[in-house]
């Protein structure tokens, strides 16, 4: 089951790299009408504001209630995290509200914007460290009970699930750990049965 990234902006590339490594097939997803062709998505990390606006421009907001409707899933980084929550804070902004999250963008403060850290995530196989990239990141304010924390830093959730969407406040496709690329490809590959 091919893996579509939405390249509108940001670094969509470096995911289908990371796909690529895990031995997953992926496509460039530019137009709306090309998500019938993909079996999951991923959102990559950019600059929400744009990309909302080019997600406006280009229709794919339909499209996308559809393909998550449908049960595909979506994986959201950084800001495709702040454009799939429910609420987005600082400014507040509008949102795909496809998983039960509150986001605050920019949250590290300023000496702190990019930043390499270790994380502890927990996959349904125990515990285990994951190298993490934080890039201007939001943070996860607040969780619905629906939500499942997935990856915690300092006490922080910095990825979580809902159902078929999965999102990270860091990068995975910028370091060489390949867990979460390979946990959001078997999402995919159980979406599709
Ligand atoms: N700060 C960006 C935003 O608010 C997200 C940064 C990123 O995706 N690396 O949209």
Redesign the pocket.
């Known amino acids: 089951m091919t893996i579509g990234v939405l390249a509108l902006q ?1 670094d969509f590339d470096l995911h289908r790299k990371a796909l690529a490594r895990i031995g997953h097939e992926s496509v460039e997803v530019r137009l709306p009408r090309q998500l019938e062709q993909v079996g999951g998505l991923i959102m990559p ?5 744009t990309l909302l606006k080019l997600l406006d421009e280009w229709d794919f907001v339909p499209a996308l209630e559809k393909f998550h409707a449908a049960g595909k899933p979506i994986f959201g980084t ?2 495709g995290l ?1 454009l799939l929550a429910r609420e987005v804070e600082s400014p507040t902004q509008p949102s795909l509200g496809l998983i039960d999250i509150t986001a605050e ?2 949250a590290y403060g300023r000496q702190k914007e990019s930043f390499e850290t270790e994380g502890e995530a927990d996959l349904g196989q125990g515990p285990q460290p994951i190298k993490m990239v934080f ?4 943070r996860i304010r607040r969780m619905g009970p629906a939500v499942t924390p997935l990856v915690m830093h300092q006490g922080e959730c910095v990825m979580a699930r809902q159902g078929t969407v999965l999102v990270a406040a860091f ?1 995975p496709e910028l370091t060489d750990d390949q867990t979460v690329h390979r946990y959001f490809a078997s999402m995919v590959r159980q979406a599709a049965g």
Not at 45 to 49: F, H, K, Q, R, Y
Not at 135 to 138: F, N
């Open positions: 940001g990390g950019g600059e929400s504001t950084c800001a702040i963008r920019n890039i201007r990141a939001p990068h």
